[in-house]
């Protein structure tokens, strides 16, 4: 992984900041690539790039030139799988290869194929890459989103970066609110709504997408297309055939995720998902390296520390524990927060952003499990209201959609925006009903709310995004690239065109004669169990799904930093006096409404004091 600075004006213009402006813009993100730092310009683009060395680590530098006809240069940020296929392909149209690196291929690949070439290769990836002669930057994001990016448009300019603070050390990029974003966060806790971010006139590279922007008039001309979305569901698909599909393609994912120059480990909280990739992992690095971050208890549960070291056990890793105590958690919540930018999404990131600086000694990659429950129908509770609200919606008795998931699913529900916000600030916002037709066009995106696949392709493609952006923000604030073989581009596609009676089945079937895998399989992710029951020991293949891993909702109540916050200027400008002594006094009794708010206090402490 990496970290990637541009400014770009228009043609016969410079950028309206120094090289050396630019420089310092890169190095905000010095924790992405804490390995080199690079820095290209032409007088009219200045390029600055960050980068953590994981695949030829001393023959990959960037910002790459690639001369000729129609020279190019590239910055690039994540990794390419089957280089060597790639390779073939490239050298059979003629392209020259001298080092092999994941950079160099991109590089040909875009100048072979254009805006067709995140079609053509495979991997987690956000790129931009200018091509001088015809005045134009390609720019484009990976299909699920694994790697963030984001630009803005100024006066006759384009800044485009990996993480916002980036874009806001740009003087001329005002530092606004968007309050419609805001809004959408309380109730999401997602940072980005469709391609908008929390900050006026910042939006993000949206998964799956590519951008063209045309450098040669008075002013930056940015033209969006959608390069991937999945395919159609075939319900010709057995429950045979699937099985076989879906561990045939997780290992291959698995086996190409596990390409590095560098050390590499894993991440295993002893769930089915992380112990699919830990187990598969150990077949190539035997003895690898495991890390678990969390709690021993969940109540009157095991907690994941504790399962996660029985299943280590069993399946022979060199395991690790990272408790996360009270106080560690207080204490790195708000300085995540102030370092990022941004608020945090789910408490969990603070456990990613813990465990990686503990493996950061052992290795710089690691392998995490997210991406199944998204892809395999692993939520069960949602996919159970979602048949709940399509039964009574055939009797004519639910609400339309958009209001009903947003309040069934909202931490904050948008009927709360009016005690909650300022008036001028919840005019801006556009409200409730703003915030309503966002979910709305999701749904309409995905498909017919009146089937339940619909739901499932709707948590894909409204969760998955922000789920791996706040795995990549947590783990590069530590210098670790974090790699997920389930979000992967093949992954994806077989599970869009596995039938959804297969993922999660209607009723359970009968328990085969002497046989207690498939009967005592849970309803969720049913597929991916089956496909792996010969590898998953019984605890993980068994264990339900567990949101947030650590009590935060207990420890909340002692967050001094976020109730100082509380009181600041900017909150009580935003937030209303009475609701910010509910969340004061009635923290962890409403901890649903208190994490967003506190939150969302800790962000306008951060920039408007």
């Known amino acids: ?68 006809n129609e020279p190019l240069v590239l910055a690039f940020n994540g990794e390419l799988y089957g280089c060597d296929r790639l390779r073939v392909e490239l050298e059979r149209a003629g392209r020259r290869i001298t080092v092999g690196s994941d950079t160099e291929l991109l590089a040909h690949a875009i100048a072979e194929w254009g805006a067709d070439a995140p079609r053509r290769v495979r991997g987690m990836f956000a ?88 450098l040669d008039g008075e002013s930056p001309i ?46 295993l909280s002893g769930g089915v998902d992380s112990t699919i990739i830990t187990a598969l992992a150990l077949r190539r690095h035997p003895g690898l390296r495991t890390f678990c971050a969390g709690t021993e208890l ?33 204490e790195a919540w708000p300085s995540m927060v102030h370092a990022l930018g941004v608020p945090l999404s789910t408490p969990n990131e603070v456990a990613i952003h813990a465990v990686a600086q503990a493996l950061r000694p052992h290795a710089k990659v690691t392998m995490s499990g997210e991406g199944a429950d998204e892809l395999f129908a692993g939520y069960g509770p949602p996919l159970v209201e979602a048949e709940r609200w399509i039964a009574q919606s055939r009797e004519g008795a639910a609400p339309p959609v958009e209001e009903w998931h947003t309040a069934t ?36 995106r995905c498909g017919d709310p009146m089937r339940l696949r619909t739901h499932l392709d709707l948590q894909r493609s409204l969760n998955l995004a922000s789920l791996l952006q706040r795995l990549n923000t947590a783990t590069m604030l530590a210098s670790v690239e974090g790699r997920t073989p389930f979000a992967d581009v093949r992954v994806a596609e077989l599970a869009a065109r596995l039938p959804l009676a297969l993922h999660y089945p209607a009723d359970l079937p009968p328990a085969p004669h002497g046989s207690l895998q498939t009967a005592t399989l849970p309803r969720t992710k049913r597929l991916l169990r089956q ?28 967050a001094t930093a976020a109730h100082e916050a509380l009181q600041c200027d900017s909150a009580r400008t935003v937030l209303r006096a009475g609701a910010i002594e509910f969340v004061r006094t009635r923290t962890t009794e409403h901890w649903r409404l208190s994490w967003p708010v506190m939150n969302l206090a800790l962000w306008l402490r951060r920039w408007w004091g």
């Open 127 to 214: 790129y931009v890459a200018w091509l001088p002669c015809r005045q134009r930057l390609l720019v484009a994001r990976d299909a699920l989103g694994v790697i963030p990016l984001y630009l803005a448009v100024t006066a006759g300019e384009v800044i485009i970066a990996s993480e916002p603070r980036a874009i806001l050390g740009h003087p001329s990029m005002p530092i606004e609110p968007d309050w419609a974003s805001v809004t959408n966060y309380l109730n999401s806790l997602r940072t980005t709504r469709e391609q908008f971010t929390l900050f006026a006139g910042m939006e993000c590279i949206r998964p799956g997408e590519r951008a063209t922007i045309e």
């Open 298 to 330: 969940e109540g009157d549960e095991p907690g994941d520390l504790t399962i996660a070291r029985a299943v280590a056990a069993e399946l022979g890793s060199d395991h690790r524990s990272v408790p996360i105590a009270k106080d560690r958690f207080l």
């Open 222 to 267: 940015v033209r969006r297309t959608t390069w991937w979305t999945p395919p159609a569901e075939d319900p010709s698909i057995d429950e045979h055939d699937a099985a076989g599909l879906v561990r045939e393609t997780v290992e291959g994912s698995v086996s190409a995720h596990l390409v590095s120059d560098v050390p590499l480990c894993a991440l």
């Open 409 to 444: 699913f909202g931490w904050v529900a948008p009927s709360m925006f009016e005690v909650l916000l300022d008036p001028a600030v919840l005019q801006a916002s556009g409200g409730a009903e703003l915030c309503r037709a966002s979910v709305r066009s999701a749904f309409w």
């Open 531 to 558: 496909a792996f029951a010969d590898v998953v020991p019984r605890a993980a293949l068994i264990r339900p799904k567990a949101s947030f891993p650590l009590p935060f909702e207990r420890w909340i109540t002692d």
């Open 1 to 68: 992984m990496c970290g990637i600075a541009i400014v770009a004006a228009v043609r016969g213009k410079t950028p309206s900041v120094s090289p050396e402006r630019v420089q310092d813009m890169r190095d905000l993100l010095t924790a992405r690539g804490p390995d080199d730092a690079g820095f290209w310009s032409d007088g009219q683009v200045h390029i600055g790039h960050r980068r953590l060395a994981i695949n030829t680590p001393g023959h990959n530098r960037q910002p790459w030139l690639l001369d000729g």
